[in-house]
């Protein structure tokens, strides 16, 4: 993730961070209740994400902030060329307040859930999200972010979360003609200048790449 940490610009938000997250969280469940519509059953959330236009059909609209991600008009205005992997080093929950919270700065376009592998999508592809801490990789890439630590694999990196992620990947590059290779899905850590080393040594990239093809 390239989340607060790597926006150096506001150290003096590090120490409440706990509180923000906090925070943070409840109105994500707020949101959720209201935009998800879960009182209401199936076909209301079916409208409300066709509604919402989210751009993978299996994912469920969990918008960011507005003050997350730069407003594009992609592939016009960039071509989208890359994916890019990325490890939370969060909980699924926590991440979502992250991308929600105006001051942090930082947004994927789709988070997967451990457990389960549940996608969420946060912000439109035709959006630059602020994932990769590189503008020009930003404009290009579309950013997944997966729940969990890198160094901490078997917890995290389950059947369903490579799946899932192994599933929105393919279908990206089908409609962005973006070539299944790791020339163009790439890690976090090898994204030029990349300060972050999400998603670790223990991602298995063999076993990814082959899933995606298998789609
Ligand atoms: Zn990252």
């Not at 209740?33 to 993978?56: F, I, M, N």
Request: a negative charge.
């Amino acid at each position: 993730m390239d989340s607060a940490h790597h926006h150096t610009s506001m150290p003096a938000r590090r120490t409440s961070r706990r509180t923000l997250l906090r925070g943070g969280t409840g109105l994500a469940l707020a949101a959720g209740l209201t935009g998800a519509s879960l009182l209401t059953g199936g076909a209301a959330v079916a409208r409300s994400r066709a509604s919402a236009g989210v751009d993978y059909p299996e994912a469920e609209w969990i918008p960011a902030s507005s003050s997350n991600y730069t407003v594009a008009d992609r592939p016009a205005e960039y071509p989208v060329e890359f994916v890019v992997i990325h490890v939370t080093q969060e909980y699924y929950d926590d991440a979502l307040a992250i991308f929600q919270n105006p001051d942090k700065a930082v947004s994927p376009h789709y988070l997967t859930r451990s457990a389960d592998g549940h996608v969420a999508q946060v912000v439109r592809e035709k959006n630059v999200a602020w994932h990769a801490g590189n503008w020009d990789y930003n404009t290009r890439s579309i950013g997944i972010e997966h729940e969990g630590w890198i160094d901490a694999p078997g917890t995290w990196f389950t059947d369903a979360l490579y799946e899932a992620s192994a599933a929105l990947t393919a279908d990206i590059c089908r409609r962005h003609g973006i070539p299944v290779d790791r020339r163009n899905i790439i890690g976090h850590d090898e994204v030029p200048g990349a300060d972050h080393t999400d998603p670790g040594p223990y991602w298995d990239w063999a076993r990814y790449m082959e899933l995606v093809k298998a789609q």
